[in-house]
T-cell receptor, first 114, second 114 residues
Framework: AQSVTQLDSQVPVFEEAPVELRCNYS??????LFWYVQYPNQGLQLLLK??????LVKGINGFEAEFNKSQTSFHLRKPSVHISDTAEYFC????????????FGTGTRLAVRP | NAGVTQTPKFQVLKTGQSMTLQCAQD?????MSWYRQDPGMGLRLIHY???????DQGEVPNGYNVSRSTTEDFPLRLLSAAPSQTSVYFC?????????????FGPGTRLTVT
């Protein structure tokens, strides 16, 4: 079984500042990794994914994440945030052998202040 | 191309009532799944399907039934609603072939059981 830990439940940051949202996972098998964003009262939107290849993954809205196998981490970063980035962010993992069964972290609320 | 649609958007049930949450996708995705989202717990997998006629249990299947008679539809049935089933329910569909991956979530159904 897999598990995901998002250490920060809330991250306040000022507009145009950089941000990093942390995600660590646990798994005994090879995994795929994902970050999703959820705006208020909406469904989830896929930000980026790591399936294989380069460990630095670029996604939508200027976000990127780096897969670190030795540290079992997949932290999400953005060099300069905007007010519109205020949302809940979820990290998720699936075992490569189990198709698209996702295990989610508990989420990090990013609050961007002017 | 409507993506993933869910109905209803909101529902209030009394304890013991039954109902069906509808989910449909028009992208010909083989894989569909149901998640519930509760505060502070992220999303948890209820049931999933890898194709028409094939379903399996996720992490929290008790109190829910599913069937998949067509590729497009994946309804979730609550047999006898309980207050513990008050949650936001998300349906998702996905497609994976090699390193091509698409996944979409529906807008959600907010269910309250009194």
């Amino acid at each position: 079984a897999q598990s995901v830990t998002q250490l920060d439940s809330q991250v306040p940051v000022f507009e145009e500042a950089p941000v990093e949202l942390r995600c660590n996972y646990s798994s005994s098998v090879s995994v795929y990794l994902f970050w999703y964003v959820q705006y208020p009262n909406q469904g989830l939107q896929l930000l980026l994914k790591y399936l294989s290849g380069s460990t630095l993954v670029k996604g939508i809205n200027g976000f990127e994440a780096e897969f670190n196998k030795s540290q079992t981490s997949f932290h999400l970063r953005k060099p300069s945030v905007h007010i519109s980035d205020t949302a809940e962010y979820f990290c998720a993992v699936s075992a490569r052998s189990s198709g698209d069964k996702l295990t989610f972290g508990t989420g990090t609320r990013l609050a961007v202040r002017p | 191309n409507a993506g993933v649609t869910q109905t209803p958007k909101f529902q209030v049930l009394k304890t013991g009532q039954s109902m069906t949450l509808q989910c449909a996708q028009d992208m010909n995705h083989e894989y569909m799944s149901w998640y519930r989202q509760d505060p502070g717990m992220g999303l948890r997998l209820i049931h999933y399907s890898v194709g028409a006629g094939i379903t399996d249990q996720g992490e929290v299947p008790n109190g829910y039934n599913v069937s998949r008679s067509t590729t497009e539809d994946f309804p979730l049935r609550l047999l006898s609603a309980a207050p513990s089933q008050t949650s936001v329910y998300f349906c998702a569909s996905s497609y994976r072939q090699g390193y091509r991956y698409e996944q979409y979530f529906g807008p959600g159904t907010r269910l309250t059981v009194t």
